[in-house]
T-cell receptor, first 114, second 109 residues
Framework: DAGITQSPRYKITETGRQVTLMCHQT?????MFWYRQDLGHGLRLIYY???????DKGEVPDGYVVSRSKTENFPLTLESATRSQTSVYFC?????????????FGPGTRLTVL | RKEVEQDPGPFNVPEGATVAFNCTYS??????FFWYRQDCRKEPKLLMS???SGNEDGRFTAQLNRASQYISLLIRDSKLSDSATYLC??????????FGTGTRLKVLA
């Protein structure tokens, strides 16, 4: 099915472990984004990508790494997970940049770091 | 002052009521405006974009007031299924979208 998918949907890990969250979209959208959502905060941008091999930091990038070797995939890696990274992570895509285009979100990954 | 501010609610309204939410934004250079709906523990879904001339989609009407820097969402004839959190989103620049923390709506039978 076309759309944007994330995996895993739920993940429990331990402090210090490396974790990779996957995001895949089938629309060939240029822009992809990673957000985290925590109580009391709006969605906060971690990283974004304007195209394959072009990525840049958002508002809260510390402790995260991204890559984008193919247009359709945008994995997010937590290099050494910390409890403060317990959150719901949403991947999103949009057709183009410029801030005018609607974003479409994946179903989210609920991550718990013990 | 937060970049995008919303009343967290909850707004508890009976079925059939009309309810309105406002969202204020701080950057006068903001370029685009959206309302998203988010159901509990699920992803945000686009409800509507907000244009300078305002726009309407069925029971939903969105307005933009650039002079006062706010956008509004009006829901007429509320349904139980409208119960959700409504997120205000403001677009700035190439990649930046600022999200409000959302307004919770509960439509009561």
């Amino acid at each position: 099915d076309a759309g944007i998918t994330q995996s895993p949907r739920y993940k429990i890990t331990e402090t210090g472990r490396q974790v990779t969250l996957m995001c895949h979209q089938t629309w060939s959208h240029s822009y992809m984004f990673w957000y985290r959502q925590d109580l009391g905060h709006g969605l906060r941008l971690i990283y974004y990508s304007a195209a394959a091999d072009i990525t840049d930091k958002g508002e809260v990038p510390d402790g995260y790494v991204v890559s984008r070797s193919k247009t359709e995939n945008f994995p997010l890696t937590l290099e050494s997970a910390t409890r403060s990274q317990t959150s719901v992570y949403f991947c999103a895509s949009s057709k183009a940049g410029g801030g005018y285009n609607e974003q479409f979100f994946g179903p989210g990954t609920r991550l718990t770091v013990l | 002052r937060k970049e995008v501010e919303q009343d967290p609610g909850p707004f508890n309204v009976p079925e059939g009521a009309t309810v309105a939410f406002n969202c204020t934004y701080s950057n006068s250079a903001s370029q685009s405006f959206f309302w998203y709906r988010q159901d509990c523990r699920k992803e945000p879904k686009l409800l509507m974009s907000v244009y300078s001339s305002g726009n309407e989609d069925g029971r939903f009407t969105a307005q933009l007031n650039r002079a006062s820097q706010y956008i509004s969402l009006l829901i007429r004839d509320s349904k139980l299924s409208d119960s959700a959190t409504y997120l205000c989103v403001v677009g700035e620049g190439t990649y930046k979208y600022i999200f409000g923390t959302g307004t919770r709506l509960k439509v009561l039978a």
